[in-house]
């Protein structure tokens, strides 16, 4: 397991969820002196929250296009994947959203929070968005 200096930790039901930039690690801890892997989820993590079964990714992204007059446009934003952690060994892609923050907003997302149904973000500006996740229900 790779990781680095924005690594994220959350622990829940015996098992230590690693979010780093090359992924989401699970780490079955019920046993201290025999920590083992018990799962991966291919995601580059910046923030991470889990609440119950249910875990909360946040990635950012930059991306740009050629205009129609030739120049280049440039954006950045933030992915938010839900996972279904019910099964550390084997996550699970609930449903995913991608963000843009607000033109006034130039910042970046420095702090999440994730009371489960609901996805609190803070930029670095100090500006905070709120995702509701009930669209995630079947």
């Known amino acids: 397991m790779s990781t680095d200096i924005s690594s ?48 909360c990714l946040i990635s950012s992204f930059c991306e740009g296009e050629e205009t129609e007059d030739g120049k280049f446009s440039y954006g950045c934003g933030h992915v938010v994947e839900v996972l279904d952690l019910s099964r550390p060994e084997e996550p699970k892609l609930l449903g995913y959203a991608r963000l ?19 996805v609190f973000l803070k930029s670095n500006m100090g500006s905070w968005y709120l995702l509701d996740l009930e669209w995630l229900k079947p």
């Open 100 to 118: 843009h923050l607000a033109q006034t907003d130039p910042g970046y997302l420095e702090e999440a929070r994730f009371p489960g149904g609901y």
């Open 8 to 55: 994220e930790v959350a622990e829940n039901r015996g098992y230590a969820f690693v979010g780093t930039g090359s992924g989401l690690w699970s780490l079955d801890i019920r046993n201290p002196s025999a920590v083992r892997q018990a799962g991966y989820y291919s995601f580059p993590v910046h923030h991470l929250a889990v609440e119950g079964s249910t875990g």
